[in-house]
C-alpha cells in the first residue's frame, strides 16, 4: 500500500510534457514518475491520428517501393535489360529513406 507522498516542483512545460507521455502511455502522471524513477518499463506508447496517417503514408510509400522491384524482377527474370544503376539505385534510396522514418516512430 503507498501511503508516501512525494512533491516535486515542475513548470508549466514540464508539467504539460509529462502529462502528455503519461496520457499516451495510458499511466497516471503519479505512475508515470514512479516507472521513470525507478527504471520500471513503460508500456508502448498509443497512435494517435497524426502517427496513424504518417503510418498510413509510409506504407503508401513502401507499395510503391514494391511496386518497383517487382518490375524490376519481372524484367530481369525476362531477360531483358533492366535499366541500369539508376533505376536500382533510386529503389534502394526510397528503401533507405522508408526505413529512417520508421525508426524515428519507434520508441
Not at 536500382?88 to 525508426?103: E, G, K, P
Amino acid at each position: 500500500m503507498r501511503v508516501r507522498i512525494v512533491r516535486v516542483r515542475t513548470t508549466d512545460t514540464e508539467f504539460s510534457k509529462m502529462k502528455d507521455i503519461a496520457t499516451a502511455r495510458g499511466l497516471s502522471i503519479s505512475e508515470l514518475i514512479r516507472r521513470a524513477a525507478l527504471g520500471t518499463r513503460m508500456p508502448a506508447r498509443a497512435f494517435d491520428a497524426t502517427d496513424a496517417a504518417l503510418l498510413a503514408h509510409m506504407l503508401g510509400g513502401l507499395g510503391r517501393v514494391g511496386g518497383n522491384l517487382n518490375q524490376l524482377v519481372r524484367l530481369a527474370n525476362a531477360g531483358r535489360p533492366m535499366g541500369g544503376d539508376v533505376d536500382l539505385s533510386q529503389v534502394l534510396a526510397d528503401v533507405n529513406a522508408l526505413r529512417s522514418r520508421l525508426r524515428r516512430l519507434l520508441p
